[in-house]
């Protein structure tokens, strides 16, 4: 009799599935097995504390409200609803064990900010108090717990593979009063009057991935390093996978069908699709690639992932080039055309992105974190693994990846050589002919533009002087890049091939990893 009266009890309890970067019913494997276990209480807890740091911005919060709604949608023809609770995590979860008693707690691992990480140990630890079976299912093909990199990508390739999952047909439901999304802590911030580029919900994903796939994508590889062609170009799926209104795995699988498509054709008829097909296969596994860094290594969203570079940018942080550079106004026309777009439309292509940051890093000589967490604030497609991993790249303070220092007036000729992208963002200068408008400080522009804040060869010298002066004969530097290397190189770039000294490898496991307490 007592059995039975618990097994009626349990059978009572709600299984909440809680919606996090993955705001989609179809390829939802926490969805999917929260469903066949009974009564579900899909659920999205908007937390205001994520909410207020720095790198959270209104254009990611619009796009999120728009993804949930279309989710909400998608639930609604399941047979239940996405239940929106504001406030913390702990605090929901208690009322909501309180009230109808939580059996188990469904959802795919955050990989996500350090704000996420520390959250997530904490309900870790409340859910075990309370005898409550959290699981959490990969998502990405970035893996919790790595040891070292040796088989990730052959594994990350498997996962690819695999079936996605189907939504379900019916959902066992509970009705349960939802809020409503708070307004963004910064809605007034003048960085929100823009016209931005990407739009949430799972439908213009989609649409995004056919129109990619079927058309824009044809000359990937020659247009995407270029803002003149890059909007029409590239994927612009970025944001969708941060937030997970498309899964990486229907992304990597329909590319890969339609590489499939292509081959059938004559050799004649498939144009650069092989190319562009080819790259962008190869995108996705990047994508994880950085983020996997991040999952293996929280400390570098903070710290310089080589101790080498400690103290090197250290001594000074100029504000009035942080300014001008986070304002377009650094007197170099490509860099501030880059920046003013992206402030407008929050999405930049790769290749400018990194200019930027290279500008900031290099010729301004600016410690990293600050502009990072300004650019974060701007993506719409912010994604701290990559965010961050790529920040340091660019900014040199990995110690195994090569020195890039874009010259900003090349990439100009280069990527605009008719000046067309300056002038439609930097109309100060629309006056100037197709040379004047590259180096407007060697004629009298008689404008409001401002003058150069550095000389760029000189800056630029000075700075690869500073870097390459420390990797020099830096013996520390040396035995702590292959440290690094070892931990969160690529096995596809030949890092594998590095001369390692021959002594017994040490666990490469951080202690500051996350480590739910199960």
Request: proline fraction near 4%; charge should be positive.
């Amino acid at each position: 009799m007592q059995r039975e009266i618990i097994l009626s009890r349990v059978q009572q309890m709600i299984n909440v599935v809680w919606f996090k970067r993955d705001l989609r019913v179809h390829d939802n494997e926490a969805l999917v097995r929260a469903a066949k276990t009974g009564r579900v209480l899909p659920l999205y807890i908007y937390e205001p504390s994520l909410w207020r740091q720095e790198e959270m911005s209104c254009r990611q919060h619009d796009f999120l409200k728009a993804s949930l709604e279309e989710l909400n949608g998608a639930l609604h023809e399941l047979g239940c609803k996405l239940i929106i609770k504001n406030g913390d995590a702990i605090d929901i979860l208690r009322d909501l064990h309180v009230r109808y008693g939580i059996n188990h707690v469904y959802s795919h691992q955050e990989t996500w900010n350090g704000w996420t990480y520390r959250r997530d140990i904490k309900v870790a630890r409340w859910l075990k108090s309370h005898d409550i079976r959290w699981f959490e299912v990969n998502q990405n093909g970035v893996i919790r717990g790595l040891k070292d990199r040796n088989g990730w990508a052959k594994k990350w390739q498997t996962q690819m593979a695999t079936s996605q999952f189907l939504a379900p047909k019916k959902i066992e439901s509970i009705s349960e009063p939802s809020d409503a999304i708070e307004v963004h802590p910064n809605r007034s911030d003048k960085n929100n009057k823009t016209q931005i580029l990407l739009k949430g919900g799972r439908k213009e994903g989609l649409g995004l991935l056919s129109s990619f796939l079927n058309n824009r994508g044809e000359h990937y590889t020659k247009k995407m390093s270029s803002p003149l062609t890059a909007y029409d170009s590239c994927s612009l799926l970025s944001a969708h996978l941060a937030f997970g209104t498309l899964s990486m795995t229907e992304v990597f699988q329909a590319a890969e069908n339609r590489k499939l498509e292509i081959q059938t054709l004559k050799k004649s008829d498939r144009s650069k699709w092989p190319s562009t097909l080819n790259s962008f296969l190869g995108r996705l596994r990047w994508h994880c690639h950085f983020i996997q860094k991040l999952e293996d290594e929280p400390r570098i969203e903070f710290e310089n992932m080589h101790s080498a570079y400690n103290g090197l940018r250290c001594d000074t942080f100029n504000e009035d080039h942080f300014v001008a550079w986070k304002t377009g106004n650094t007197g170099y026309p490509m860099i501030d055309a880059c920046m003013r777009a992206l402030m407008q439309t929050g999405w930049l292509n790769f290749r400018m992105r990194a200019m930027l940051v290279s500008f900031s890093s290099y010729h301004l000589w600016l410690h990293w974190r600050r502009p990072a967490i300004y650019l974060g604030s701007l993506f719409v497609d912010f994604e701290p693994g990559i965010h961050f991993s790529q920040m340091q790249m660019q900014s040199g303070t990995t110690g195994i990846n090569s020195i890039r220092i874009y010259n900003p007036v090349k990439q100009s000729y280069d990527h605009d050589p008719d000046g067309v992208f300056i002038r439609k963002w930097v109309p100060e200068l629309a006056h100037l002919n197709n040379t004047e408008i590259h180096e407007p400080w060697r004629v009298n522009i008689n404008t409001s533009y401002p003058a150069q804040i550095i000389e760029e060869q000189v800056a630029r010298k000075k700075a690869a002087d500073r870097v390459y002066g420390l990797r020099q004969n830096n013996t520390h530097h040396n035995l702590k890049s292959q440290e690094i290397a070892r931990k969160h190189g690529s096995r596809k770039s030949g890092l594998r091939n590095l001369q390692f000294n021959k002594q017994k490898k040490q666990p490469l496991l951080d202690p500051n990893q996350l480590k739910l307490p199960f």
